[in-house]
Protein backbone atom coordinates (compact mmCIF):
# COMPACT_ATOMS: atom_id res chain seq x y z
CA UNK A 1 0.00 0.00 0.00
CA UNK A 2 1.71 3.65 -1.18
CA UNK A 3 1.14 6.29 1.22
CA UNK A 4 -1.50 7.69 -1.04
CA UNK A 5 -3.49 4.58 -0.63
CA UNK A 6 -2.83 4.71 3.11
CA UNK A 7 -4.21 8.05 3.33
CA UNK A 8 -7.30 7.17 1.66
CA UNK A 9 -7.54 4.17 4.08
CA UNK A 10 -7.43 6.80 6.48
CA UNK A 11 -9.98 8.80 5.49
CA UNK A 12 -8.49 11.72 5.38
CA UNK A 13 -8.24 13.19 1.46
CA UNK A 14 -11.40 15.27 1.03
CA UNK A 15 -10.66 17.13 -2.81
CA UNK A 16 -7.44 16.53 -5.35
CA UNK A 17 -6.89 18.16 -8.53
CA UNK A 18 -5.58 15.66 -10.47
CA UNK A 19 -5.56 12.43 -8.49
CA UNK A 20 -3.50 10.41 -10.45
CA UNK A 21 -0.56 12.54 -10.54
CA UNK A 22 -0.73 13.54 -6.74
CA UNK A 23 -0.96 10.02 -6.21
CA UNK A 24 2.42 9.37 -8.28
CA UNK A 25 4.45 12.28 -6.52
CA UNK A 26 3.40 11.19 -3.34
CA UNK A 27 3.66 7.43 -3.70
CA UNK A 28 7.53 7.71 -5.09
CA UNK A 29 8.66 10.36 -2.64
CA UNK A 30 8.91 13.39 -5.41
CA UNK A 31 6.16 15.81 -3.59
CA UNK A 32 7.30 18.97 -2.05
CA UNK A 33 4.31 20.51 -0.67
CA UNK A 34 3.45 22.66 1.87
CA UNK A 35 0.83 23.96 4.71
CA UNK A 36 0.04 27.09 5.77
CA UNK A 37 -0.47 27.84 9.43
CA UNK A 38 -1.67 31.25 10.41
CA UNK A 39 -0.18 33.05 13.52
CA UNK A 40 -3.41 33.41 15.21
CA UNK A 41 -2.41 32.70 18.68
CA UNK A 42 0.75 31.43 20.56
CA UNK A 43 0.03 27.88 20.25
CA UNK A 44 -1.40 25.38 18.10
CA UNK A 45 -4.51 23.53 18.66
CA UNK A 46 -5.65 19.96 18.16
CA UNK A 47 -7.41 21.52 15.17
CA UNK A 48 -3.84 21.48 13.59
CA UNK A 49 -3.65 17.82 14.39
CA UNK A 50 -4.58 16.76 11.23
CA UNK A 51 -2.21 19.27 8.77
CA UNK A 52 0.84 18.30 11.30
CA UNK A 53 0.34 14.64 11.35
CA UNK A 54 -0.15 14.78 7.03
CA UNK A 55 2.90 16.14 7.32
CA UNK A 56 4.76 13.82 9.47
CA UNK A 57 3.17 11.03 7.14
CA UNK A 58 4.51 12.38 4.00
CA UNK A 59 7.72 12.97 5.42
CA UNK A 60 8.32 9.68 6.02
CA UNK A 61 7.43 8.57 2.92
CA UNK A 62 10.13 10.58 1.55
CA UNK A 63 8.51 13.57 0.41
CA UNK A 64 9.69 17.14 1.84
CA UNK A 65 7.50 19.41 3.91
CA UNK A 66 7.53 22.93 3.89
CA UNK A 67 6.26 24.25 7.11
CA UNK A 68 4.74 28.20 6.10
CA UNK A 69 4.24 30.18 9.25
CA UNK A 70 1.73 32.97 7.86
CA UNK A 71 3.44 36.40 9.19
CA UNK A 72 1.86 38.05 6.43
CA UNK A 73 -1.52 36.37 5.84
CA UNK A 74 -2.24 37.14 9.29
CA UNK A 75 -2.04 40.58 9.00
CA UNK A 76 -4.97 40.28 6.95
CA UNK A 77 -7.26 37.22 8.17
CA UNK A 78 -9.01 34.25 6.78
CA UNK A 79 -12.59 34.53 6.62
CA UNK A 80 -12.75 31.04 5.67
CA UNK A 81 -15.16 29.23 8.09
CA UNK A 82 -16.38 32.32 9.87
CA UNK A 83 -19.08 34.81 10.38
CA UNK A 84 -17.56 37.49 11.94
CA UNK A 85 -13.91 39.70 11.38
CA UNK A 86 -10.71 38.25 12.84
CA UNK A 87 -9.39 40.15 15.77
CA UNK A 88 -6.58 42.08 14.75
CA UNK A 89 -3.17 41.39 15.71
CA UNK A 90 0.32 43.48 15.90
CA UNK A 91 3.19 42.47 13.71
CA UNK A 92 5.19 41.98 17.19
CA UNK A 93 2.10 39.34 18.61
CA UNK A 94 2.09 37.70 15.02
CA UNK A 95 6.19 37.35 15.03
CA UNK A 96 5.72 36.15 18.80
CA UNK A 97 3.23 33.38 17.43
CA UNK A 98 5.20 32.16 14.82
CA UNK A 99 8.09 31.68 17.41
CA UNK A 100 6.04 29.25 19.44
CA UNK A 101 4.83 28.16 16.33
CA UNK A 102 7.82 26.38 14.91
CA UNK A 103 9.19 25.05 18.38
CA UNK A 104 5.65 22.71 18.49
CA UNK A 105 6.33 21.57 15.04
CA UNK A 106 9.22 20.42 15.66
CA UNK A 107 7.90 17.61 17.62
CA UNK A 108 6.07 16.18 14.19
CA UNK A 109 8.39 17.31 11.97
CA UNK A 110 12.17 16.74 11.45
CA UNK A 111 13.47 19.91 9.74
CA UNK A 112 17.20 20.71 8.60
CA UNK A 113 19.18 19.94 5.47
CA UNK A 114 18.09 17.93 2.75
CA UNK A 115 14.81 17.38 5.19
CA UNK A 116 11.68 19.92 6.01
CA UNK A 117 11.90 23.49 5.73
CA UNK A 118 9.90 26.18 7.56
CA UNK A 119 9.77 29.38 5.87
CA UNK A 120 7.44 32.83 6.94
CA UNK A 121 5.78 34.35 3.90
CA UNK A 122 6.05 37.58 5.75
CA UNK A 123 9.69 37.62 4.33
CA UNK A 124 7.87 38.31 0.45
CA UNK A 125 4.22 39.74 1.21
CA UNK A 126 5.19 42.18 3.15
CA UNK A 127 7.52 43.59 0.66
CA UNK A 128 4.80 43.99 -2.37
CA UNK A 129 4.43 46.56 -4.18
CA UNK A 130 0.36 46.90 -4.13
CA UNK A 131 0.61 48.53 -7.47
CA UNK A 132 2.54 46.01 -9.21
CA UNK A 133 0.53 43.19 -7.04
CA UNK A 134 -2.55 44.69 -8.87
CA UNK A 135 -0.84 44.52 -12.56
CA UNK A 136 0.74 41.21 -12.24
CA UNK A 137 -1.61 39.61 -10.23
CA UNK A 138 -5.21 41.32 -9.74
CA UNK A 139 -5.65 40.63 -13.55
CA UNK A 140 -5.26 37.00 -13.51
CA UNK A 141 -8.16 36.77 -10.85
CA UNK A 142 -12.01 37.31 -11.68
CA UNK A 143 -13.93 38.68 -9.52
CA UNK A 144 -17.36 37.01 -10.30
CA UNK A 145 -15.18 33.66 -9.27
CA UNK A 146 -14.01 35.13 -6.43
CA UNK A 147 -17.83 35.59 -4.85
CA UNK A 148 -18.85 32.37 -5.51
CA UNK A 149 -16.04 30.56 -3.58
CA UNK A 150 -16.84 28.57 -0.66
CA UNK A 151 -14.40 30.82 1.64
CA UNK A 152 -16.16 34.12 1.43
CA UNK A 153 -19.83 32.42 1.87
CA UNK A 154 -20.68 32.94 5.84
CA UNK A 155 -18.66 36.38 5.63
CA UNK A 156 -20.76 37.57 2.70
CA UNK A 157 -24.22 37.65 4.62
CA UNK A 158 -23.23 39.96 7.30
CA UNK A 159 -20.23 42.01 5.35
CA UNK A 160 -17.23 40.80 3.91
CA UNK A 161 -14.52 43.82 4.47
CA UNK A 162 -11.95 44.69 1.30
CA UNK A 163 -9.62 43.25 3.45
CA UNK A 164 -10.25 39.67 4.00
CA UNK A 165 -11.23 40.31 0.28
CA UNK A 166 -7.72 39.84 -0.61
CA UNK A 167 -6.89 36.94 1.70
CA UNK A 168 -7.27 34.91 -1.43
CA UNK A 169 -5.21 36.40 -3.43
CA UNK A 170 -2.07 36.34 -0.76
CA UNK A 171 -2.36 32.88 -0.51
CA UNK A 172 -2.31 32.17 -3.77
CA UNK A 173 0.51 34.54 -4.35
CA UNK A 174 2.13 31.75 -1.96
CA UNK A 175 1.91 28.94 -4.24
CA UNK A 176 3.01 30.97 -6.55
CA UNK A 177 6.33 32.21 -4.61
CA UNK A 178 6.53 28.93 -2.84
CA UNK A 179 6.59 26.68 -6.57
CA UNK A 180 9.05 29.55 -8.38
CA UNK A 181 11.22 29.81 -5.80
CA UNK A 182 11.24 26.98 -4.04
CA UNK A 183 9.84 24.41 -6.06
CA UNK A 184 6.84 23.65 -4.21
CA UNK A 185 4.48 21.43 -6.69
CA UNK A 186 1.41 20.32 -4.24
CA UNK A 187 -0.47 22.62 -1.19
CA UNK A 188 -2.37 20.82 1.47
CA UNK A 189 -4.77 22.32 4.02
CA UNK A 190 -8.19 22.24 5.03
CA UNK A 191 -11.34 21.42 2.79
CA UNK A 192 -12.37 24.81 3.91
CA UNK A 193 -9.32 25.92 1.99
CA UNK A 194 -9.99 24.33 -1.16
CA UNK A 195 -11.32 27.72 -3.52
CA UNK A 196 -7.99 29.56 -2.28
CA UNK A 197 -5.53 26.77 -3.34
CA UNK A 198 -7.41 26.68 -6.63
CA UNK A 199 -6.24 30.16 -6.63
CA UNK A 200 -2.98 29.17 -6.60
CA UNK A 201 -2.99 26.43 -8.96
CA UNK A 202 -4.54 28.83 -11.66
CA UNK A 203 -2.06 31.90 -11.04
CA UNK A 204 0.51 29.29 -11.56
CA UNK A 205 -0.78 28.25 -14.63
CA UNK A 206 -1.75 31.56 -15.78
CA UNK A 207 1.94 33.46 -14.74
CA UNK A 208 4.18 30.23 -15.88
CA UNK A 209 2.36 27.95 -17.85
CA UNK A 210 3.11 24.88 -15.38
CA UNK A 211 0.95 22.76 -13.26
CA UNK A 212 0.92 22.47 -9.58
CA UNK A 213 -1.36 20.67 -7.86
CA UNK A 214 -3.42 20.84 -4.57
CA UNK A 215 -4.96 18.46 -2.21
CA UNK A 216 -7.45 18.98 0.67
CA UNK A 217 -7.81 16.92 3.86
CA UNK A 218 -10.69 16.16 6.07
CA UNK A 219 -12.02 18.35 8.55
CA UNK A 220 -11.95 16.67 11.90
CA UNK A 221 -15.73 16.91 12.98
CA UNK A 222 -18.05 14.84 15.85
CA UNK A 223 -20.71 12.38 14.74
CA UNK A 224 -23.11 15.98 14.69
CA UNK A 225 -20.86 17.56 12.35
CA UNK A 226 -19.12 20.05 14.85
CA UNK A 227 -15.26 20.68 14.62
CA UNK A 228 -13.54 19.02 17.25
CA UNK A 229 -10.58 20.35 19.24
CA UNK A 230 -12.30 22.44 21.65
CA UNK A 231 -13.84 21.68 25.19
CA UNK A 232 -16.08 23.84 27.74
CA UNK A 233 -15.72 26.30 24.07
CA UNK A 234 -12.02 26.65 24.70
CA UNK A 235 -9.77 25.58 21.97
CA UNK A 236 -7.65 22.17 23.11
CA UNK A 237 -3.80 23.67 22.85
CA UNK A 238 -0.63 21.65 22.08
CA UNK A 239 1.20 23.90 24.33
CA UNK A 240 1.46 22.13 28.26
CA UNK A 241 1.15 25.64 29.50
CA UNK A 242 -2.73 25.96 28.03
CA UNK A 243 -3.68 22.82 27.97
CA UNK A 244 -1.98 20.11 30.26
CA UNK A 245 -1.06 16.87 29.32
CA UNK A 246 -3.38 15.31 32.26
CA UNK A 247 -6.36 18.11 30.45
CA UNK A 248 -4.56 16.75 27.04
CA UNK A 249 -5.55 13.20 27.97
CA UNK A 250 -8.32 13.77 29.25
CA UNK A 251 -10.10 15.75 26.04
CA UNK A 252 -9.62 12.30 23.56
CA UNK A 253 -10.51 9.50 26.65
CA UNK A 254 -13.82 11.32 26.65
CA UNK A 255 -14.88 11.21 22.69
CA UNK A 256 -17.69 10.43 22.32
CA UNK A 257 -18.09 6.37 21.71
CA UNK A 258 -19.58 7.13 17.37
CA UNK A 259 -15.82 9.32 16.83
CA UNK A 260 -13.36 6.94 18.56
CA UNK A 261 -12.53 5.16 15.59
CA UNK A 262 -12.59 8.06 12.93
CA UNK A 263 -10.31 9.30 15.52
CA UNK A 264 -7.69 6.17 15.78
CA UNK A 265 -7.95 6.28 11.66
CA UNK A 266 -7.11 9.52 10.95
CA UNK A 267 -4.95 10.88 13.88
CA UNK A 268 -2.96 7.94 15.30
CA UNK A 269 0.09 6.13 13.30
CA UNK A 270 -1.37 2.30 14.26
CA UNK A 271 -0.83 0.59 11.09
CA UNK A 272 -4.15 0.08 9.28
CA UNK A 273 -4.25 -3.46 9.36
CA UNK A 274 -3.92 -2.96 13.59
CA UNK A 275 -6.46 0.17 13.22
CA UNK A 276 -9.07 -3.12 11.19
CA UNK A 277 -8.91 -5.42 13.96
CA UNK A 278 -9.15 -3.02 16.79
CA UNK A 279 -12.52 -1.77 14.99
CA UNK A 280 -13.67 -5.65 15.65
CA UNK A 281 -13.49 -5.27 19.12
CA UNK A 282 -16.97 -5.89 21.18
CA UNK A 283 -18.59 -2.80 22.49
CA UNK A 284 -17.67 -3.48 25.84
CA UNK A 285 -14.51 -2.82 24.90
CA UNK A 286 -14.80 1.30 24.20
CA UNK A 287 -13.09 2.72 26.99
CA UNK A 288 -9.86 0.62 25.98
CA UNK A 289 -10.76 1.99 22.53
CA UNK A 290 -10.62 5.66 24.46
CA UNK A 291 -7.94 4.98 26.39
CA UNK A 292 -5.60 3.99 23.41
CA UNK A 293 -6.78 6.86 21.11
CA UNK A 294 -5.81 9.18 24.42
CA UNK A 295 -2.32 7.65 24.96
CA UNK A 296 -1.12 7.38 21.07
CA UNK A 297 -2.03 11.20 20.94
CA UNK A 298 -0.86 12.38 23.94
CA UNK A 299 2.17 10.56 24.19
CA UNK A 300 2.64 12.08 20.33
CA UNK A 301 2.24 15.57 21.56
CA UNK A 302 3.86 15.60 25.17
CA UNK A 303 6.30 12.37 25.14
CA UNK A 304 5.54 8.86 26.27
CA UNK A 305 6.19 9.79 30.33
CA UNK A 306 3.82 12.40 29.95
CA UNK A 307 1.14 10.00 28.55
CA UNK A 308 1.90 7.53 31.19
CA UNK A 309 1.53 9.99 33.88
CA UNK A 310 -1.68 11.39 32.42
CA UNK A 311 -3.16 7.84 31.86
CA UNK A 312 -2.27 6.49 35.49
CA UNK A 313 -3.75 9.72 36.70
CA UNK A 314 -7.26 9.09 34.85
CA UNK A 315 -7.08 5.53 35.85
CA UNK A 316 -6.56 6.44 39.60
CA UNK A 317 -9.26 9.02 39.46
CA UNK A 318 -11.98 7.03 37.71
CA UNK A 319 -11.30 3.88 39.94
CA UNK A 320 -11.87 6.47 43.16
CA UNK A 321 -8.10 6.13 43.73
CA UNK A 322 -6.35 8.91 45.09
CA UNK A 323 -3.00 9.56 43.05
CA UNK A 324 -3.41 13.36 42.15
CA UNK A 325 0.10 14.18 41.74
CA UNK A 326 0.16 14.30 37.74
CA UNK A 327 -3.07 16.30 37.97
CA UNK A 328 -3.50 19.71 36.94
CA UNK A 329 -2.89 22.57 39.58
CA UNK A 330 -2.89 25.77 40.53
CA UNK A 331 -0.93 27.27 43.38
CA UNK A 332 -3.09 30.28 44.90
CA UNK A 333 -2.31 33.04 47.27
CA UNK A 334 -5.11 32.69 50.18
CA UNK A 335 -6.02 34.91 52.29
CA UNK A 336 -6.08 34.11 56.14
CA UNK A 337 -10.21 33.83 55.87
CA UNK A 338 -10.14 31.47 52.95
CA UNK A 339 -11.39 31.27 49.49
CA UNK A 340 -15.00 31.42 48.32
CA UNK A 341 -15.60 28.45 46.03
CA UNK A 342 -17.06 30.55 43.41
CA UNK A 343 -13.96 32.47 43.49
CA UNK A 344 -11.45 29.25 43.83
CA UNK A 345 -13.48 28.30 40.75
CA UNK A 346 -12.38 31.14 38.82
CA UNK A 347 -8.97 31.19 39.95
CA UNK A 348 -8.33 27.63 38.83
CA UNK A 349 -10.07 28.33 35.36
CA UNK A 350 -12.41 25.90 35.52
CA UNK A 351 -14.74 29.06 35.10
CA UNK A 352 -15.37 31.79 33.18
CA UNK A 353 -17.33 34.55 35.13
CA UNK A 354 -18.89 34.69 38.37
CA UNK A 355 -22.01 33.99 36.80
CA UNK A 356 -20.61 30.54 35.15
CA UNK A 357 -19.45 29.60 38.32
CA UNK A 358 -22.51 29.98 40.19
CA UNK A 359 -24.69 28.59 37.37
CA UNK A 360 -22.37 25.12 38.03
CA UNK A 361 -22.84 25.01 41.55
CA UNK A 362 -26.52 25.40 41.20
CA UNK A 363 -26.49 22.65 38.59
CA UNK A 364 -24.59 20.41 40.98
CA UNK A 365 -22.02 20.50 38.62
CA UNK A 366 -19.03 21.05 41.17
CA UNK A 367 -17.64 18.93 44.14
CA UNK A 368 -14.84 19.75 46.66
CA UNK A 369 -12.72 16.63 47.96
CA UNK A 370 -15.41 14.09 46.61
CA UNK A 371 -18.42 16.37 48.24
CA UNK A 372 -20.68 17.63 45.90
CA UNK A 373 -20.94 21.63 46.56
CA UNK A 374 -24.88 23.07 46.90
CA UNK A 375 -23.88 26.55 48.43
CA UNK A 376 -22.79 28.86 46.68
CA UNK A 377 -21.47 31.19 49.57
CA UNK A 378 -19.10 27.95 50.92
CA UNK A 379 -16.07 28.97 51.71
CA UNK A 380 -12.72 26.67 51.36
CA UNK A 381 -10.64 27.33 54.75
CA UNK A 382 -6.47 27.97 54.48
CA UNK A 383 -6.30 25.06 55.96
CA UNK A 384 -7.57 22.94 53.54
CA UNK A 385 -6.06 24.40 50.57
CA UNK A 386 -2.34 24.33 52.58
CA UNK A 387 -2.98 20.28 52.15
CA UNK A 388 -4.58 20.53 49.18
CA UNK A 389 -7.85 20.13 47.76
CA UNK A 390 -9.33 18.24 44.58
CA UNK A 391 -12.29 20.01 42.48
CA UNK A 392 -14.24 18.22 39.85
CA UNK A 393 -16.29 19.82 37.46
CA UNK A 394 -19.13 17.80 35.64
CA UNK A 395 -18.31 14.35 35.70
CA UNK A 396 -14.67 14.22 33.69
CA UNK A 397 -12.71 17.06 34.68
CA UNK A 398 -10.46 16.90 37.76
CA UNK A 399 -8.14 19.99 39.21
CA UNK A 400 -6.30 20.61 42.27
CA UNK A 401 -5.98 23.93 44.13
CA UNK A 402 -3.03 23.96 46.90
CA UNK A 403 -2.21 27.08 48.85
CA UNK A 404 1.31 28.66 48.00
Same mark, same amino acid.
Given at each position: ?????? %????????????????????????????????????? /????????????????????????????????????????????????????? $????????????????????? @?? $??????????????????????????? %????????????? *?????????????????? /???????????????????? /????????????????????? *????????? @???????????????????????????????????????????????????????????????????????????????????????????????????????? /?????????????????????????????????????????????? *??????? *????????????????????
Amino acid at each position: MGIYEE %LQARGLIAQVTNEEEVKRLVNAGEAKFYIGFDCTADS /LTAGHFMALTLMKRLQMAGNKPVALIGGGTTMIGDPSGRTDMRKMLTKEDIDH $NAECFKKQMERFIEFGEGKAQ @MV $NNADWLMKLNYIELLREVGACFSVNNM %LRAECYKQRMEKG *LSFLEFNYMIMQSYDFYY /LFKNYGCNLEFGGDDQWSNM /LGGTELIRRKLGKDAHAMTIT *LLTDSQGKK @MGKTAGNAVWLDPNKTSPFDFYQYWRNVGDADVMKCIRMLTFIPIDEIEEIAKWEDSRINEKKELLAYELTALVHGKEEADKAQTAARALFAGGGDDSNMPTTE /LAVPDEGMNVIDLLIACELAPSKGEARRLIQQGGVSVDGEKVTDIG *LTVSKAQ *LAEGVKIKKGKKIFHKAIAK
